[in-house]
């Protein structure tokens, strides 16, 4: 939001202090042989329900150890009430307004002495509604200033004074810019800065005499979120410029709140004196009628930089007003105006101008918003150069593109492994790397008010490498051959490949079938078609060494035999193998060449037979046999399920099955039971009611062993209650 400025005191609103001064300070000027002329300004709420101002007002000198040398009374002078000023028409004042202001004066004769002397007046108390201090109903002020000693040289000064009194009322949310800077009557260098006041004497002595209180004077105490620096609380924001005392601030907490400026004086380079002003903010909530707001450009939407054209449209955050004014600030012109709330403007040269913003012109509410802009003509910048280079011969010439404003200064960043680092012209030649892949390469063009930069990248192949792999494993033919590419290169490779049998490829890592027994050569040529130009080829003999594989045959008798008699006879007709072992399901070894072997269980087994060479080879044969199983069926006919503990359910017995389901069926063929599991049984029972007497029949399907065709039995049974 636009500042609200106050160039003069403005208005100092009702606040209820324990005691009555809300704000003051010291100055002095120097008549001549050794006289001081003192003012003590002391500003007063009107309706203050404290004290009226000290008479006399009690003022002490002191020197450099802090012992007094002088203790003065003041008679009051009279004060006087100041008008009422308030700088924003859009704003309505409070009305219960009210500031009178008295000027203590006294003149005090004090020969030069090093250290010089401290003058200075106390007061109690500040009131319990400052928000910032830490027991403010017990803490009051002091009012410091210095004279500055004798090996200064600077002993006859006339101490800066401040040439306005801040607002004792600014706006929560509305910035507050004010002129707080001092003048020096002897030309003096002065320098401004946020600084803690001084508190001083307390509750029991609210008016002390100079004797009571001895310097070095105590800081105020902020309380937690406050300080000297940011006395209006985290979240709100307070700046002195250091070298003019241009004062903003932008309040965001309702209360008062307790600030401290200094000016320190400077003569040849050496500090002399300092002064420090200690006054209060009252921050209350304004209405304001409307505001003008001209976006600064450093905040306007899209802008990446200054350079970016003539042409610009501006942006408008105002609001409460109907007409709009706008001034562009181009010098005698009378034709850079516009009424428009977000104008479009070309301007005709490069230049900084001041836009000036005015909402309901010539209305009594009305209000001004001004900016500076930058315009200078957009930067275009880039650069060409041959890319893809080979490490061993690369050489870069890099040419500079540049649109944009006059003069720029170029700066070209080639990074650290490259034989020319950086450079400041618009074109560079014979730049040289020593490393290989993506290079970044960046150009910069700086004008007075813009920077652009270009960044892209090239690339430098490395020398490549062939190289390649064989996935070991036995060789035993035939054998599946698979080969690995290992070879490096930065660009794409042809590949060629020769299996030394006959057998070629042009894939990257190929399988190949060696199905006899031999020695093979194997070779490999690649070629690049980019960046270093390179036909490589390499050759690995012998590299393939097959051996011969036995045979594995085996017959078994008989086929098949049933669980009173599992036996079965093993004979190896194997060839070409020096050792023999036979598996049996998987988890039983035998290692004999003939054996008879048996199965306790029925069901169908599997037999593999497994053939070793001399030189590790291997083959494998399977066969199956079966197990036929005694399978024991046995079904009742009749069961009485009166709760008598007897034949109380129906279940038939089936043993050694490896299939098993039963249904039963009433005599409309509903089922009325069914399981899967031989262990289950019926107890004469269905959705959970009884059946009633009579005949049933059933279904009773199983298999014998795994592999078998299903036996279907069907029967009835009497059920009897």
Avoid at 367 to 388: A, G, H, K, L, P
Avoid at 411 to 418: C, D, K, R
Avoid at 504 to 532: I, K, M, R
Wanted: glycine share 6%; net charge negative.
């Amino acid at each position: 939001m636009k500042s609200i400025i106050f160039i003069v005191f403005l208005i100092l609103s009702r606040i209820t202090f324990a005691s009555h001064i809300i704000g003051g300070d010291i100055y002095y000027d120097y008549l001549g042989n050794n006289e001081y002329r003192v003012y003590i300004v002391l500003f007063r709420d009107c309706y203050s329900t404290g004290a009226a101002y000290d008479d006399p007002l009690q003022f002490g000198v002191y020197n450099s150890s802090n012992q007094l040398v002088q203790s003065q009374s003041i008679n009051f002078p009279g004060s006087v009430t100041l008008p009422i000023e308030f700088s924003n028409p859009c704003v309505d004042p409070p009305l219960d307004v009210c500031t009178e202001r008295a000027i203590y004066t006294i003149v005090l004769n004090l020969p030069p002495i090093v250290g010089g002397y401290k003058l200075a007046y106390q007061r109690c108390c500040r009131g319990p509604n400052i928000s910032n201090l830490i027991m403010p109903e017990d803490t009051g002020l002091t009012l410091v200033t210095n004279i500055p000693g004798s090996e200064t040289g600077a002993a006859q000064n006339s101490s800066a004074r401040f040439n306005n009194y801040p607002p004792l009322i600014i706006c929560n949310n509305i910035d507050l810019e004010f002129d707080h800077s001092a003048t020096d009557p002897d030309g003096d260098l002065l320098t401004y800065e946020l600084a803690a006041p001084f508190e001083g004497a307390n509750d029991l002595a609210p008016m002390p005499t100079p004797s009571e209180y001895n310097p070095p004077f105590a800081n105020v105490n902020y309380a937690s979120t406050f300080s000297y620096s940011n006395p209006l609380g985290s979240g709100a924001s307070i700046s002195l410029d250091g070298n003019t005392g241009w004062l903003v601030a932008d309040p965001n907490l309702l209360g008062y709140f307790v600030v401290g400026i200094k000016v320190k004086e400077y003569r040849n380079g050496v500090l002399i004196a300092e002064t420090i002003r200690d006054f209060v903010f009252k921050v209350i909530n304004c209405v304001v009628e409307l505001d003008a707001a001209l976006v600064p450009q450093t905040e306007m939407t899209g802008l990446n930089s200054f350079c970016e054209g003539f042409t610009i449209t501006f942006e408008n955050n105002s609001w409460g007003g109907t007409n709009y004014l706008w001034d562009f600030g181009v010098l005698d012109s009378q034709s850079d105006v516009s009424t428009q709330f977000a104008p479009t403007f070309t301007y005709p040269e490069e230049g900084q101008y001041e836009v000036t913003l005015i909402v309901n012109p010539g209305m009594p509410c009305t209000d001004t918003s001004r900016q500076t802009f930058n315009i200078y003509n957009s930067i275009d910048i880039s650069y060409t150069v041959e890319d893809s280079m080979c490490i061993s011969n690369n050489s870069h010439d890099f040419v500079g593109l540049y649109t944009g404003p006059e003069n720029p200064l170029f700066e070209w960043n080639f990074g650290p492994n490259s034989s020319i680092s950086s450079s400041t012209d618009l074109n560079v030649n014979d730049v040289v790397f020593n490393t290989v892949g993506f290079i970044p390469v960046t150009l910069t063009a700086t004008t007075n008010m813009c920077v652009e930069t270009f960044t892209d990248s090239i690339f430098i192949f490395n020398e490549p490498t062939i190289e390649f792999s064989l996935t070991p494993k036995k060789q035993c033919a035939p054998f599946i051959a698979e080969f690995n590419d290992l070879s490096i290169s930065n660009a794409q490779l042809v590949y060629s490949w020769d299996f030394g049998d006959g057998g070629t490829s042009n894939l990257a890592n190929p399988t190949h079938l060696y199905e006899f027994v031999g020695s093979y050569d194997v070779t490999l040529t690649v070629q690049t078609t980019e960046g270093c130009l390179a036909d490589l080829t390499l050759t690995k003999n012998g590299l393939i060494q097959t051996f011969p594989s036995p045979t594995s045959l085996f017959e078994m008798t008989p086929d098949k035999a049933t669980v009173f008699n599992p036996y079965f006879k093993i004979n190896d007709y194997s060839i070409g193998h020096i050792s023999t072992h036979y598996i049996l399901d998987s988890n039983t070894y035998v290692f004999e060449t003939n054996p008879t072997v048996s199965f306790v269980e029925s069901g169908q087994h599997r037999i593999r037979q497994i053939v070793v060479n001399e030189y590790a080879c291997t083959d494998t044969a399977t066969r199956h046999i079966k197990i036929v199983p005694f399978t024991t069926v046995y079904v009742p006919n009749s069961f009485t399920p009166d709760g008598n503990k007897y034949n109380n359910v129906f279940q038939p017995v089936v043993l050694d099955a490896s299939f098993y389901e039963f249904r039963i069926f009433n005599r409309w063929g509903e089922e009325l039971f069914f399981s899967n599991n031989p262990k289950d049984s019926w107890d004469g029972n269905f959705d959970g009611k009884p059946c009633p007497d009579g005949t049933y029949s059933y279904r009773l399907t199983y298999k014998e062993y795994e592999g078998s065709e299903n036996i279907v039995v069907n029967g009835h049974i009497n059920l009897l209650r």
